[in-house]
């Protein structure tokens, strides 16, 4: 999964702070890169555990390539690809029930709530559409790497600058705005973060912290740090909260970039627990586990209540993995090569493997009714089901 910056504040950046930004993201990422010595070994399937089968194959557009994810709410399915193709699918047959072409490269999204559907374009306008006829746009005052939140009639934003915008989904008129205070990071990654819901809160990520805000009026209830920033430089320093996250019984679960994972009480931001944790790919769990995928590819599995390990597993080491996304009694991730696994939830083990195209697993896999949706670089969509 590639990762790159945006420069925080700066609409033109210098030649200079560009050249220094890469070269600083360079010397950050080298360890990711991929070398003779960390091939990734052969993953052995004897025989499957876990039956799976493909159910359909679908296409949007001409790409999905990263931060764009899906939205599933039931069996609609939402998507929007690279060059501005929106659609919403029938999950159980793969069939769409309504398509938009935008005629315009896409930034961020999907956000939908299954009636509204929310885009962000690369030229920075939030774009808003219920059943698929485009409802209102608004131009913003810098690029969104996270897809909108809709949700209650509204339209949360959370955009590369960290303004928290909520608007209403009917009119596209500004209900409020939060801004943050004053931060001498200056670095953003290119990649979706956290807006999300939980209990009547938004969470949100700002930096290494996670925060509670009040959906009506903005107000931000709690801010609790994942990880303190710490290095020589702002790449050293950058540890951006990254979705997914893993909400259960309250408790919300979250990787903070390349540095730490944990778990938090949504209601107050008590932080119950973190570790460190080399990854780049948000989370997912259940009630008892927390599940991640570190920047090498070994995948790891926490004890959801106090943080301690149960498993890790080096068969997957030096893919380049997706989130995970937990499904029955499975851990499921995608690799760049377009292979899905399924792994035991209890040890890691390999319980099957499938084959998409060989673009490679774009986003996160998701669940819409009992389907399995994954989608790849080259804009194809995949669902599975069990046998």
């Known amino acids: 999964m590639k990762n790159s910056i945006y420069l925080r504040g700066f609409g033109r950046p210098s030649r200079l702070l560009a050249a220094m930004a890469a070269a600083l993201l360079v010397s950050a990422c080298s360890s990711w890169s991929s070398s003779p010595e960390n ?26 390539k990263p931060p764009l994810s899906m939205q599933a709410k039931g069996q609609v399915l939402t998507l929007a690809s690279s060059d501005g ?16 072409a935008l005629q315009e490269p896409l930034a961020a999204g999907v956000g939908a709530d299954g009636d509204v559907a929310a885009v962000v374009s690369a030229h920075n306008e939030l774009i808003v559409l219920v059943a698929g006829q485009e409802k209102w746009r608004q131009r913003l005052n810098a690029p969104v790497f996270t897809p909108p939140l809709v949700a209650g009639g509204r339209v949360f934003v959370l955009t590369a600058d960290r303004n928290l915008l909520a608007l209403d989904a009917g009119s596209g008129h500004q209900l409020w705005v939060q801004t943050p205070a004053n931060s001498s990071e200056n670095l953003v990654l290119r990649q979706a ?12 990520g700002i930096y290494g912290r996670l925060a509670g805000v009040q959906p009506d009026t903005g107000t931000v209830l709690w801010e609790s740090p994942l990880s303190i920033p710490r290095g020589t430089n702002e790449i050293e320093r950058l540890v951006d909260v990254v979705g997914p996250v893993s909400k259960s019984n309250g408790v ?42 570190e920047s090498n590819g070994i995948v790891t599995a926490w004890n959801r209540s106090n943080g301690s390990p149960q498993w890790s597993s080096e068969q997957l080491k030096y893919r380049k993995l997706s989130a995970p996304l937990v499904l029955g009694r499975s851990v499921v991730v995608g690799d760049s090569a377009g292979n899905l696994y399924f792994l035991s939830k209890t040890d890691g083990s390999l319980l099957n493997r499938l084959t998409t195209d060989d673009s490679g697993i774009s986003a996160q896999p998701v669940v819409a009714g009992n389907t399995l949706v994954v989608t790849t670089l080259a804009g194809k969509i995949y669902g599975f089901r069990p046998e």
């Open 252 to 293: 919300v679960c979250a990787r903070a970039f390349q540095s730490a994972v944990g778990c938090l009480n949504a209601s107050n931001g008590k932080i119950l627990w973190t570790q460190k944790s080399q990854g780049m790919q948000g989370v997912n769990g259940d009630a008892q586990s927390l599940y991640g995928v």
């Open 39 to 64: 091939k990734p070994q052969e993953v052995v399937l004897n025989a499957p555990l876990l039956g799976v089968q493909q159910a359909w194959t679908a296409r949007v557009g001409t790409a999905f």
């Open 193 to 204: 973060g956290v807006l999300t819901a939980i209990n009547n809160t938004l969470l949100v």
């Open 85 to 100: 193709e929106v659609t919403a699918l029938d999950a159980s047959t793969g069939r769409p029930l309504w398509h938009r």
